[in-house]
């Protein structure tokens, strides 16, 4: 059978959220993008996330303002004008879990730090919570500690990638998760992708977006540049074991003494409508290497010394391990933004937080601009589509 012959002015290579954002600017501006995925939308990272758009506010908790920090603070008024349906991307049938999240320490915070939250630099992230305008979880009498509003929205992140799919579906296309790909030629600048026996794909431009996936397509084109590295989690679910009790709904991070969270909860539905707290920050870092029984057993204890005052019901637990696909630094530190490294029409991207992903189209756009991108006339045969991925909170417990 001979292969589909199929022409575009870009193929981006993963359906995740950097390809997904990226694939919409396109097309939305009169370009003919073309998204491939081998599996489903969603699958790795972005469905493993907990939608949080973040400003940048838990990276300044040593009392600096990184450069990590300064280069993701204009992501939530970004991603709230497209909500709004007034950005790039009309996002107003995304459904937000919340507009703010909560920062909480179970102690008084020391002089030092209450005077950093108040200083300019922070005061338009976050605010002191008056005892009035606490949440029902913080809003017993035996909290005592403090609380913090943090001007950062959580995202559905499910409704998030059907805002993004919708309108340009049929520029999607499944391929087969055993299907070789065959760059031509295999060096210098990429004129086809053949996949398999089913596809030829010819493009002005080819970007990758892949998450982990970016690299098997680095070594399938001989190209040792950019390096990948992963740095994992192993991240921790509860839910209620009965539907008449459920978790609190509850979106924060907990603070201890260190510049890192000790924990950041955000809750979540299941298909039964059950409340699923996903649970992150130093627990997963530092849980990576541990059995499901040990971590669920820190876990446990955890939430007892973070939340003392709150009587949990009976809970189910379950492990999530998530490895953040990103490009390699040194001592495998975080990368500070977006990042994508072009080499004649192949680039390679990585948007290293969901939040950022608006930011990486960026890049990429102006890097297609500065490369004379030209809208072609493409028509191609059907193809198929590829399907979305079942949300962690109905696939981790099973």
């Known amino acids: 059978m001979s292969r589909q012959q199929l022409t575009t002015d870009v193929v981006i290579i993963g359906a995740g959220i950097a390809g997904l954002w990226l694939h919409r600017r396109l097309n939305d501006l009169g370009f ?50 497209c909500l709004e349906g007034q950005g790039e991307i ?35 992230r976050m605010q002191p919570v008056k005892k009035e305008n606490r949440p029902a979880i913080f809003a017993d009498k035996a909290f005592k500690g403090t609380l913090y509003q943090l001007d950062e929205p959580v995202l559905d992140v499910v409704s998030l990638l059907d805002e993004l799919v919708k309108p340009w579906q049929q520029r999607m296309l499944a391929v087969s998760r055993e299907a070789e790909y065959q760059w ?3 060096a210098g600048p990429v004129s086809s992708l053949v996949i398999g026996d089913d596809y030829e794909i010819q493009a002005q431009h080819f970007v990758l977006t892949a998450g982990e996936g970016n690299e098997k397509l680095l070594q399938g084109l001989s190209q040792q540049q950019p390096e ?23 979106y924060a991070h907990s603070l201890g ?16 409508g059950n409340v699923v707290w996903y649970i992150g920050g130093n627990i997963a870092e530092e849980g990576v290497n541990k059995s499901h029984d040990q971590l669920v057993a820190e876990a446990r204890a955890l939430l007892a010394d973070i939340l003392p005052w709150v009587t949990l019901p009976d809970l189910e637990w379950a492990t999530h391990p998530v490895n953040r696909a990103e490009p390699k630094q040194s001592s495998l530190s975080r990368p500070d933004s977006a990042f994508i490294s072009s080499n004649h029409n192949l680039h390679v991207c990585w948007p290293t937080k969901l939040a950022l992903a608006p930011d990486l189209a960026d890049q990429m756009l102006a890097a297609l601009e500065s490369a004379e991108l030209k809208a072609g006339d493409h028509h191609n045969p059907d193809y198929p589509h590829p399907g979305m991925a079942e949300t962690l909170w109905d696939r981790a417990f099973s």
């Open 90 to 124: 009309d996002l107003s049938g995304v459904k937000k879990l919340t507009e703010h999240q909560l920062l909480w320490s179970r102690d008084r915070l020391s002089s030092k730090m209450v005077s950093f939250f108040a200083s300019k630099a922070l005061r338009s």
């Open 257 to 272: 003494s260190g510049s890192k969270p000790i924990a950041t909860i955000s809750s979540h539905k299941d298909k039964h």
């Open 228 to 250: 990948m590295q992963r740095r994992p989690l192993q991240m921790v679910l509860c839910k209620s074991k009965q539907l008449d009790h459920p978790l609190p709904i509850i």
């Open 184 to 186: 031509q030629p295999s």
């Open 32 to 81: 003919h993008a073309l998204l491939l995925e081998n599996g489903e939308i969603g699958r790795g990272q972005t469905l493993s996330s907990q939608g949080i758009i973040h400003g940048g506010s838990k990276y300044a908790l040593n009392g600096i303002l990184s450069k990590a920090s300064q280069v993701i603070s204009s992501m939530p008024s970004r991603w709230k004008n």
